[in-house]
């Protein structure tokens, strides 16, 4: 009888521990870096047939990340993310004439990260915030090179308990920026959307 006192606390303690420990992994500091690729998308309203023509565009090189947050519960965060996007090439081509248009661009980012923390590890999620865009185009067709964009995206991360703190993540992400676009020869303009999407693997620690 004094045995089966003493086992049963231990035993109630030894399954609910993972529980425990899955709840206390699910707040703190965390910082990661991510790679991948990312893919430029431009509003099919600015076609061939318009007076400010087509922006024709190739993707070179790979996207890079760094992003910081805080969970504040299994549900909620809140995160920063550097994103360099690498190379886009391509051209303005109008009626009138042809531009090359080289951008390396690159944003800054804070966004909600609202998911669940499962007691697995497993925590699927959703971004939803804004960033502050910086085109380094060589040529002027936009009215801006620093564009205000919707930051948004989802993905999966894995935190097993085993690797204490370490967080392995897939996830894709987008910065939607909207900007009046200009051919060479025209002084008015229209607004158009452009997209800078990336899909990518990382790995971030939580303190």
């Known amino acids: 009888m004094k045995k089966t006192k003493v086992l049963l606390p231990l035993l109630l303690v030894a399954i609910s521990s993972p529980s425990i420990s899955a709840e206390n992994n ?13 893919n430029y998308d431009v509003d099919q309203n ?9 922006l024709i565009e190739k993707t070179e090189g790979d996207t890079l990340k760094v992003y910081a ?3 504040f519960n299994r549900v909620i965060a809140i995160e920063a993310t550097y994103t ?5 090439e391509g051209y303005v081509n109008s009626r009138f004439s042809s531009e090359t248009v080289k951008q390396s661009p690159t944003s800054i980012s804070v966004a909600a990260n609202a998911g669940y923390s499962f007691d697995n590890g497993l925590r699927p999620f959703a971004l939803l915030g804004l960033a502050s865009m910086n085109l380094n185009s060589s040529y002027e067709f936009l009215d801006t090179d620093s564009p205000i964009a919707i930051k948004y995206g989802f993905g999966l991360e894995y935190a097993p308990i085993q690797l204490h703190g370490v967080q392995l993540r897939v996830a894709f992400e987008s910065d939607t920026y ?4 200009y051919s060479g020869l025209n002084l008015d303009a229209d607004i158009y959307a452009f997209s800078l999407s990336s899909f990518y693997a990382g790995v971030s620690y939580k303190f």
């Open 69 to 71: 947050g805080y969970q």
């Open 84 to 88: 360099d996007y690498g190379d886009t």
């Open 178 to 181: 909207f900007a009046e676009a």
């Open 46 to 54: 600015w076609d061939t047939d318009s007076q400010y023509g087509k």
């Open 26 to 38: 699910a707040h703190g500091f965390y910082l990661g870096a991510g790679y991948g690729s990312f």
